[in-house]
């Protein structure tokens, strides 16, 4: 009987660190392989035969960026979990921009890593996400793009977090704490009102003179992403 286990495949050099993320998976049940460079890491993944893939970005023989970039070109999207070791955005960004599904920043709390690679595969299963339009602003999530009143707006990891969330709960009015939870996480212990600085982040990226914002303020409530 064939083992229907989930597969990870684990791209690290760091050997402890590779074998202690890779003892960690299997204790909660999954199937690891392990892989110290980028480009055995590479051949490996571009089998497909792994259900996630824990890749970190500093790596000998090739980099985890050149990894996730040819993967996806070569049509191989598995769900990809990123580990960085620095802090800040550009990492993500640039991550984002070669096809990295998720992140994770070193050192990382076991319980993270493991809530990270379940969320990869939840999403995964519930098949490729589509195309979300709000009036005339569209973003795509697979493309990480998003276009509003025809032209291409350039967004951070968060901002474009942020938009999606609102964006994939149209016409519903979102508390500030349920937008913290979601797109800075339930740890966040930092302050709230940061919700509202993204918002205006948004609206001065993605709103024009003549068009209503798709952004509203709820008065008591939050925000909701609505047209006309």
Same mark, same amino acid.
């Given at each position: 009987?064939?083992?229907?286990?989930?597969?990870?495949?684990?791209?690290?050099? #760091?050997?402890?660190?590779?074998?202690?993320?890779? #003892?960690?998976?299997? @204790?909660?049940?999954?199937?690891?392989? %392990?892989?110290? @460079?980028?480009?055995?890491?590479? %051949?490996?993944?571009? =089998? /497909?035969?792994?259900?996630?893939?824990?890749? @970190?970005?500093?790596?000998?023989?090739?980099?985890?960026?050149?990894?996730? !970039?040819?993967? +996806?070109?070569? &049509?191989?999207? =598995?769900?990809?979990?990123?580990?960085?070791?620095?802090?800040?955005?550009?990492?993500?960004?640039?991550?984002?921009?070669?096809?990295?599904?998720?992140? !994770?920043?070193?050192?990382?709390? +076991?319980?993270?890593?493991?809530?990270?690679?379940?969320?990869?595969?939840? +999403?995964?299963?519930?098949?490729?996400? %589509?195309? $979300?339009?709000?009036?005339?602003?569209?973003? #795509?999530?697979?493309?990480? %793009?998003?276009?509003?009143?025809?032209?291409?707006?350039?967004?951070?990891?968060?901002?474009?977090?942020? $938009?999606?969330?609102?964006?994939?709960?149209? /016409?519903?009015? !979102?508390?500030?704490?349920?937008?913290?939870?979601?797109?800075?996480?339930?740890?966040?212990? &930092?302050?709230?009102?940061?919700?509202?600085? *993204?918002?205006?982040?948004?609206?001065?990226?993605?709103? =024009?003179?003549?068009?209503?914002?798709?952004?509203? =303020?709820?008065? /008591?409530? &939050? *925000?909701?992403?609505?047209? &006309?």
């Amino acid at each position: 009987m064939s083992d229907e286990r989930c597969r990870v495949l684990v791209i690290e050099d #760091d050997h402890d660190l590779a074998r202690a993320v890779a #003892d960690l998976l299997s @204790d909660e049940g999954f199937l690891v392989e %392990q892989r110290h @460079d980028g480009e055995s890491g590479f %051949q490996a993944a571009l =089998t /497909g035969a792994y259900d996630v893939i824990v890749l @970190d970005i500093m790596l000998p023989k090739r980099n985890g960026f050149s990894v996730c !970039l040819d993967l +996806r070109n070569a &049509g191989v999207h =598995t769900p990809l979990l990123m580990l960085t070791a620095k802090d800040g955005e550009l990492d993500e960004v640039e991550g984002l921009e070669v096809g990295a599904d998720d992140f !994770l920043h070193k050192p990382f709390e +076991r319980s993270i890593l493991i809530a990270r690679v379940n969320a990869l595969l939840r +999403r995964h299963a519930l098949g490729r996400p %589509q195309p $979300l339009v709000v009036g005339p602003v569209s973003l #795509d999530p697979l493309r990480r %793009q998003v276009v509003s009143n025809g032209r291409g707006v350039a967004l951070t990891p968060r901002e474009f977090a942020l $938009l999606e969330y609102l964006m994939s709960n149209a /016409g519903v009015s !979102l508390a500030k704490s349920d937008i913290l939870r979601a797109v800075w996480g339930s740890d966040f212990d &930092g302050d709230p009102n940061i919700v509202e600085v *993204y918002i205006g982040y948004l609206r001065r990226k993605i709103d =024009t003179v003549d068009v209503p914002s798709i952004i509203r =303020t709820v008065r /008591g409530v &939050g *925000y909701s992403a609505r047209e &006309g």
